[in-house]
């Protein structure tokens, strides 16, 4: 079901500071020795996700300073995740009144383009700085990713569906 | 016009607007973190920020783990501290003998006048998880610079070397595995102290010594040892196994593979050792007079 048809709560700026918490801890769990890349990158999932939901409070700012948080966690060159979540979030933004009204299905597939394209964008830097190639299993997180956009969508809409007390 | 705007319609910069300042912000960061390395201090900081989820996503599993190991049925623990005692036997063995062959290389040191070896510090460091970066071999480790860990300490196993230390954060630090793509251990083969380099070619790739001639005496089996020759790794520590000799026609070179014999992989805790003490200078070749005189130390 589009989200435009639906009435729903407001969203706390705690809840959205939860879900960046849950999710920088889903890419911080140690499980990446052995999955290799077959985990999805959940930061880059709650950014798009929030970008659509929430355009007037996330966007390319704070997809900028989250890269820079997941840069210093990875390890990686300080501006690399800075970047691929800051142009993911710009695209969202640019098209987010139609993005919007798509059901959940083709919200993954541009979900998917999203991801890869933030992947892509990692690995061109990664290049260009001197690294190799990391293998094809770099993108498999992606397509992971948007098979878990729709429950994911579901499972965050329900604590803004909740009823509202008839006191109003 | 612009004044009399509701306040619905501030918004500030328009995302393209916002999307070129905080692209060009990150291209200066990344070249001046990847070319000039200017930023280690910002982000040290910043780790200060992440280290409370980095604990927060370790410590569950961690206790996960711990509870299950204090569930493990009594036989397995039996067997466990059988074998573990008679490893200690063997360590203890060639631990005495460690302690006479060091007591004779002091004896030998203060005879040659030389200065005394610097004490090796030891500190046992946990693996909080492996580097997510999947272009390098890295670990994060759970000591940083609270815990007098310092960049170029060496990381070991109880089986072999596994890395070196190269960034410190105040609370974590990073360990750049051997088999870190171009990543070099100069080494010397066991059995006939033959000196040469071995090359890290990716995470679970191979360990490579390369530019060997064809006839060059290395079989499958040889262990590889720390040469020491590069003041980073102290000598004498086991870094490698030979499993590959590929002699190919037409190719000057033989193709050697082998694996680190470090299990970086298959357990949580490490050592932290000293590096190897500082060498004297490089020595300034008599060829080149020039050179040598506009230099003044």
Known sequence: MPISSQLLRPVSFGFILFTFVLAFLGNLLPWQAALQGLTPDFVALMIVYWALHQPRRIGVGWAFALGLMMDVADGSYLGQHALAYGVIAYLVLARQRQFAIFPFWQQALITLVLLVLSQALMLATRMLLGDAFPGAGYFAGAPIAAVLWTPLSNLMLMHQRKPVSDEL | ?297
Request: aromatic fraction near 6%.
């Open chain 2, 1 to 297: 016009m612009h004044a009399n705007q509701p306040a619905f319609f501030k918004q500030g910069p328009k995302p393209l607007t916002r999307l070129m300042v905080f692209s060009a912000l990150s291209l200066v960061l990344l070249i001046s973190d990847a070319r000039l390395h200017l930023l280690d201090k910002l982000r040290q900081q910043l780790t200060v920020l992440v280290y409370p989820l980095q604990w927060l996503a370790t410590a569950p599993i961690d206790s996960a783990m711990q509870a299950s190991d204090f569930l493990r049925r009594q036989t397995d623990l039996l067997a466990e501290n059988r074998r573990l005692n008679e490893e200690r036997l063997q360590a203890s063995a060639l631990a005495i003998r460690a302690r006479a062959l060091e007591a004779e290389n002091a004896q030998l040191r203060e005879l040659n006048n030389a200065a005394a070896s610097q004490p090796v510090s030891r500190q046992l460091v946990k693996i909080l998880y492996n580097g997510r970066d999947p272009f390098t071999a890295r670990l994060i480790v759970d000591r940083g610079g609270d815990a007098d860990i310092k960049p170029g300490q060496i990381v070991v196993d109880h089986r072999g070397v596994a890395g070196q230390i190269i960034r410190v954060h105040p609370l974590t630090s990073e360990v750049r595995l051997i088999s870190d793509r171009d990543h070099l251990v100069p080494v010397m083969v066991e059995r006939n102290q033959l000196r040469t380099i071995v090359y890290g070619m990716g995470r679970n790739q191979p360990l490579e010594v390369r530019y060997m001639p064809a006839s060059v005496d290395i079989r499958e089996g040889d262990i590889l040892s720390t040469s020491g020759v590069d003041g980073i790794y102290p000598a004498g520590l086991p870094v490698a196994r030979v499993t590959k000799v590929e002699r190919q026609n037409g190719s000057a070179f033989a193709r050697i593979f082998c694996v680190p014999l470090a299990q970086f992989e298959q357990h949580s805790y490490l050592l932290a050792i000293n590096g190897a003490p500082a060498q004297a200078p490089y020595p300034e070749t008599a060829s080149a007079p020039a050179q040598a005189s506009r230099k003044k130390h």
